[in-house]
C-alpha cells in the first residue's frame, strides 16, 4: 500500500486522510480486505495503536467495516464525481435564571488575547474603513486557512462572503427559486423564521443521519453532530444526499454546528468536501467565542456566489471592519485554535463532572453520545416533560427536552442539558437541585 506520512498532523489523523482518500478515489474497493493492523503498523513503521486509532475513525464514519475473525473490510458506498471550484470568482431582556442548562451561551471564553489584538488594530487605523460588502479579505484568508489545517477543507476565500449570525443566510435563500426547505426532526429550528417564502418541511431521522428529501428542496442539516440528537452522520448517507442534490439539482446547507469542539480532533468528512457545488456552509463564531460577535460566513458554490454578488453588490456589509480585522489576527496568529483547544477541554472535564454526578440520582440515566456542549439524560420514569420543563424554568432552572425541537411533539423523557452557562463549581449543586425539584414535581 502506497502511503507515505509526513508527520505534519498526528500520525493517526495522517493515516486516517490517507486511507479516507484511498476509498474515496476507488483505490480501495467496496468489500475488499484491509491490511491488518499488526501488519500495517510494520509496513508504515508506527505505532499498532495509531493504526488502531485510524481505523476505528474511519469505522466510526462508516468507511469501513469488520467481520468477527476476519479483520477490516471497505464498505459499499455511492459513487460520486467532484468537480473542482472555478479559483477566480467575481468578486428583551432575559430572565435571570439560578442555573442554566441551556446551549445558547458561552461564558468561558478567555478574553485577554482578543483584547490585546482589538487594542492593536485600534491603534493602526485600519478598521475606519468601509468593509467589502463580502468581508474583509484578511479574514476570508484566514477563514480558508483555517479550515485546510482543521477541517482537510480546501476552498478560495472568493467563495466566502462574512456576515452576522443567520441573516446572510436568508439573502441566500432568497436566491433560490426552490419552493420546499427541509429541516431535521428534531432539530434546530431557528431558520424557518427567516425562510417566509418557502414551505417549511420536517424529515425524520435514522442512525445514520437525516433521511433523504423525497423531491427538490433546500436540506437544511447539522451533519457533523446532530442537535439535539448527536447522531453523527455516516459517510454512506453523506454521499446519498450528494448524490440527491445532483440529480435532483437541490441544495443542501451544511450547519458546521459543534465541529470545533469535536473530541478526537479527527477530520471528519464535511458534506463540502464531497461537492462544492451544491453545499452551502455555514459556521457562526458566536457559538465558539461569545454570543456578542455576531459574526459567522457562508461558503457558496461558484454559480451562488455569481448570483449574490450581481444582486447584492450594492449593500453594505453587517459586521464592523474591526471586529472583522481582529477576528483575521486572532485566528492567523492561532489564538482562536488555542482558545477551542482550550474550551474543549474545560468542557470534556465539566461534561464527565456532570456524568458522575447525575449517576448518583437513580432518576437520572446520562445517555454517552458524543454531543460535545450538551447531555442528553433520561429521566427513569414517565412523566410529562413539557410541564416538568415549565415548572422547572419557574424555579430557576432553563433546561430543554428533546422534545422541545420537535416539531411534533413526539413524546421522549429526554432533557437537553448543556454545560457552557454552568461552571464546574456549580455542578454539584445544580444537579442537586435539578434533582430536588423534580421529585417535588412528582
Same mark, same amino acid.
Given at each position: 500500500?502506497?502511503?507515505?506520512?509526513?508527520?505534519?498532523?498526528?500520525? +493517526?489523523?495522517?493515516?486516517?486522510?490517507?486511507?479516507?482518500?484511498?476509498?474515496?478515489?476507488?483505490?480501495? $474497493?467496496? *468489500?475488499?480486505?484491509?491490511?491488518? $493492523?499488526?501488519?500495517?503498523?510494520?509496513?508504515?513503521?508506527?505505532?499498532?495503536?495509531?493504526?488502531?486509532?485510524?481505523?476505528?475513525?474511519?469505522?466510526?464514519?462508516?468507511?469501513?467495516?469488520?467481520?468477527?475473525?476476519?479483520?477490516? &473490510?471497505?464498505?459499499?458506498?455511492?459513487?460520486?464525481?467532484?468537480?473542482?471550484?472555478?479559483?477566480?470568482?467575481?468578486?428583551?431582556?432575559?430572565?435571570?435564571?439560578? +442555573?442554566? #442548562?441551556?446551549?445558547?451561551?458561552?461564558?468561558?471564553?478567555?478574553?485577554?488575547?482578543?483584547?490585546?489584538?482589538?487594542?492593536?488594530?485600534?491603534?493602526?487605523?485600519?478598521?475606519?474603513?468601509?468593509?467589502?460588502?463580502?468581508?474583509?479579505?484578511?479574514?476570508?484568508?484566514?477563514?480558508? /486557512?483555517?479550515?485546510?489545517?482543521?477541517?482537510?477543507?480546501?476552498?478560495?476565500?472568493?467563495?466566502?462572503?462574512?456576515?452576522?449570525?443567520?441573516?446572510?443566510?436568508?439573502?441566500?435563500?432568497?436566491?433560490?427559486?426552490? $419552493?420546499?426547505?427541509?429541516?431535521?426532526?428534531?432539530?434546530?429550528?431557528?431558520?424557518?423564521?427567516?425562510?417566509?417564502?418557502?414551505?417549511?418541511? +420536517?424529515?425524520?431521522?435514522?442512525?445514520?443521519?437525516?433521511?433523504?428529501?423525497?423531491? !427538490?428542496?433546500?436540506?437544511?442539516?447539522?451533519?457533523?453532530?446532530? &442537535?439535539?440528537?448527536?447522531?453523527?452522520?455516516?459517510?454512506?448517507? !453523506? !454521499?446519498?444526499?450528494?448524490?440527491?442534490?445532483? *440529480?435532483?439539482?437541490?441544495?443542501?446547507?451544511?450547519?458546521? #454546528?459543534?465541529?470545533? #469542539?469535536?473530541?478526537?480532533?479527527?477530520?471528519?468528512?464535511?458534506?463540502?468536501?464531497?461537492?462544492?457545488?451544491?453545499?452551502? #456552509?455555514?459556521?457562526?463564531?458566536?457559538?465558539?467565542?461569545?454570543?456578542?460577535?455576531?459574526?459567522?460566513?457562508?461558503?457558496?458554490?461558484?454559480?451562488?456566489?455569481?448570483?449574490?454578488?450581481?444582486?447584492?453588490? *450594492?449593500?453594505?456589509?453587517?459586521?464592523?471592519?474591526?471586529?472583522?480585522?481582529?477576528?483575521?489576527?486572532?485566528?492567523?496568529?492561532?489564538?482562536?485554535?488555542?482558545?477551542?483547544? !482550550?474550551?474543549?477541554?474545560?468542557?470534556?472535564?465539566?461534561?464527565?463532572?456532570?456524568? *458522575?454526578?447525575?449517576?448518583?440520582?437513580?432518576?437520572?440515566?446520562?445517555? /454517552?453520545?458524543?454531543?460535545?456542549?450538551?447531555?442528553?439524560?433520561?429521566?427513569?420514569?414517565?412523566?410529562?416533560?413539557?410541564?416538568?420543563?415549565?415548572?422547572?424554568?419557574?424555579?430557576?432552572?432553563?433546561?430543554?427536552?428533546?422534545?422541545?425541537?420537535?416539531?411534533?411533539?413526539?413524546?421522549?423523557?429526554?432533557?437537553?442539558?448543556?454545560?457552557?452557562?454552568?461552571? /464546574?463549581?456549580?455542578?454539584?449543586?445544580?444537579? /442537586?437541585?435539578?434533582?430536588?425539584?423534580?421529585?417535588?414535581?412528582?
Amino acid at each position: 500500500m502506497d502511503i507515505v506520512l509526513k508527520g505534519e498532523k498526528p500520525l +493517526y489523523i495522517e493515516l486516517y486522510i490517507e486511507l479516507e482518500k484511498m476509498i474515496n478515489d476507488g483505490i480501495l $474497493k467496496p *468489500n475488499c480486505k484491509m491490511p491488518s $493492523k499488526r501488519q500495517l503498523s510494520i509496513d508504515l513503521n508506527i505505532s499498532l495503536n495509531t493504526v488502531i486509532n485510524s481505523y476505528e475513525m474511519l469505522k466510526d464514519e462508516g468507511y469501513i467495516y469488520t467481520i468477527e475473525k476476519k479483520g477490516y &473490510f471497505v464498505t459499499k458506498q455511492p459513487s460520486l464525481s467532484k468537480k473542482p471550484l472555478n479559483k477566480e470568482i467575481l468578486v428583551d431582556d432575559e430572565i435571570k435564571y439560578k +442555573y442554566d #442548562f441551556t446551549t445558547k451561551n458561552i461564558r468561558d471564553f478567555d478574553n485577554k488575547s482578543w483584547n490585546k489584538i482589538v487594542k492593536e488594530v485600534l491603534l493602526d487605523n485600519n478598521y475606519l474603513n468601509k468593509s467589502p460588502f463580502l468581508g474583509e479579505k484578511e479574514l476570508k484568508v484566514a477563514i480558508k /486557512e483555517h479550515l485546510k489545517n482543521n477541517r482537510s477543507i480546501d476552498v478560495n476565500e472568493s467563495n466566502i462572503i462574512i456576515t452576522s449570525g443567520m441573516e446572510g443566510l436568508n439573502k441566500v435563500l432568497n436566491l433560490l427559486d426552490i $419552493k420546499n426547505i427541509y429541516l431535521e426532526n428534531p432539530g434546530y429550528h431557528k431558520i424557518k423564521d427567516i425562510s417566509l417564502e418557502k414551505e417549511i418541511k +420536517y424529515i425524520d431521522l435514522d442512525e445514520k443521519g437525516v433521511l433523504i428529501p423525497d423531491s !427538490k428542496g433546500i436540506l437544511y442539516t447539522t451533519s457533523f453532530n446532530q &442537535f439535539p440528537t448527536g447522531i453523527k452522520m455516516t459517510i454512506d448517507r !453523506k !454521499k446519498e444526499l450528494i448524490s440527491y442534490a445532483i *440529480n435532483t439539482n437541490s441544495y443542501i446547507i451544511e450547519d458546521d #454546528f459543534d465541529t470545533e #469542539f469535536r473530541i478526537n480532533s479527527s477530520p471528519v468528512t464535511p458534506l463540502l468536501k464531497l461537492d462544492y457545488n451544491h453545499v452551502i #456552509f455555514f459556521s457562526s463564531f458566536s457559538t465558539t467565542m461569545f454570543p456578542g460577535l455576531r459574526i459567522s460566513y457562508i461558503i457558496l458554490p461558484n454559480e451562488l456566489m455569481n448570483k449574490y454578488i450581481s444582486k447584492y453588490k *450594492n449593500d453594505s456589509n453587517p459586521v464592523s471592519s474591526l471586529i472583522q480585522l481582529s477576528l483575521a489576527k486572532y485566528i492567523s496568529q492561532g489564538e482562536y485554535a488555542r482558545s477551542c483547544n !482550550k474550551l474543549k477541554k474545560l468542557y470534556l472535564q465539566r461534561r464527565q463532572a456532570l456524568i *458522575n454526578e447525575l449517576k448518583k440520582y437513580d432518576i437520572f440515566k446520562p445517555l /454517552e453520545k458524543k454531543n460535545y456542549i450538551s447531555l442528553l439524560v433520561k429521566i427513569n420514569t414517565k412523566i410529562d416533560i413539557n410541564k416538568l420543563t415549565n415548572y422547572l424554568k419557574e424555579n430557576g432552572i432553563n433546561i430543554n427536552s428533546i422534545m422541545d425541537y420537535d416539531i411534533n411533539k413526539k413524546y421522549s423523557n429526554t432533557l437537553v442539558l448543556g454545560y457552557t452557562n454552568i461552571s /464546574e463549581d456549580e455542578i454539584k449543586d445544580s444537579i /442537586e437541585y435539578l434533582y430536588l425539584k423534580i421529585k417535588e414535581y412528582k
